[in-house]
T-cell receptor, first 112, second 112 residues
Framework: GESVGLHLPTLSVQEGDNSIINCAYS??????FIWYKQESGKGPQFIID?????DKRQGQRVTVLLNKTVKHLSLQIAATQPGDSAVYFC???????????FGTGTSLTVIP | KAGVTQTPRYLIKTRGQQVTLSCSPI?????VSWYQQTPGQGLQFLFE???????NKGNFPGRFSGRQFSNSRSEMNVSTLELGDSALYLC???????????FGPGTRLTVT
């Protein structure tokens, strides 16, 4: 039968504003998380990672927050630029090596 | 340092045929993972190899197989292709377990 595409959450922000992309995970055994950015026609690009013994990690213009109590992860992008337009995925690893489980992704559009 | 490379980038095959995809990890990376990305199912883990041994396997039929060579290069093979195997096949490499994982550009497989 015909496959139905995943319905991606979308987020539109004005250039220069901050963006917050959220991700919920379900398994309390998840102990390592990565945020990826994927542009059309390209493979996912590593942005930032965080381990379960941390609740916050900062990179260049990006911050990841981890709330293990409610199993929630967020990616904050400061001063969003048009080049940030892409689909963003969170990925979790459950102490099983490099087998990552990916979320459905969020499509970010930056309005100039 | 060169990134993850995948060959070929595009491939068109007929139902019933088989296909072999190749992945060269980042120099020094010993873990290679394979993922399938489709609009309907998103990013799904196929398998992971480390030091020529399959360490993890996702929920895919036995038609999907892989191997890793002593230089860490990896191949995946899909036999008896089905229309539903049309997808972007992504390879990712990592130094070790639960380390930053970097993706290649993918191989776009179309089965007709």
């Amino acid at each position: 039968g015909e496959s139905v595409g995943l319905h991606l959450p979308t987020l539109s922000v004005q250039e220069g504003d901050n963006s917050i992309i959220n991700c919920a995970y379900s398994n309390s055994a998840s102990d390592y998380f990565i945020w990826y950015k994927q542009e059309s026609g390209k493979g996912p690009q590593f942005i930032i990672d965080i381990r379960s013994n941390m609740d916050k990690r900062q990179g260049q213009r990006v911050t990841v927050l981890l709330n293990k109590t409610v199993k929630h992860l967020s990616l904050q992008i400061a001063a969003t630029q048009p080049g940030d337009s892409a689909v963003y995925f969170c990925a979790e690893s459950r102490n099983t090596g490099n087998q990552f489980y990916f979320g459905t992704g969020t499509s970010l559009t930056v309005i100039p | 340092k060169a990134g993850v490379t995948q060959t070929p980038r595009y491939l068109i095959k007929t139902r019933g045929q088989q296909v072999t995809l190749s992945c060269s990890p980042i120099s020094g990376h010993r873990s290679v993972s394979w993922y399938q990305q489709t609009p309907g199912q998103g990013l799904q883990f196929l398998f992971e190899y480390f030091s020529e041994t399959q360490r993890n396997k996702g929920n895919f039929p036995g038609r999907f197989s892989g191997r890793q060579f002593s230089n860490s290069r990896s191949e995946m093979n899909v036999s008896t292709l089905e229309l539903g195997d049309s997808a972007l096949y992504l390879c990712a490499s990592s130094l070790a377990r639960d380390y930053e994982q970097y993706f290649g550009p993918g191989t776009r497989l179309t089965v007709t």
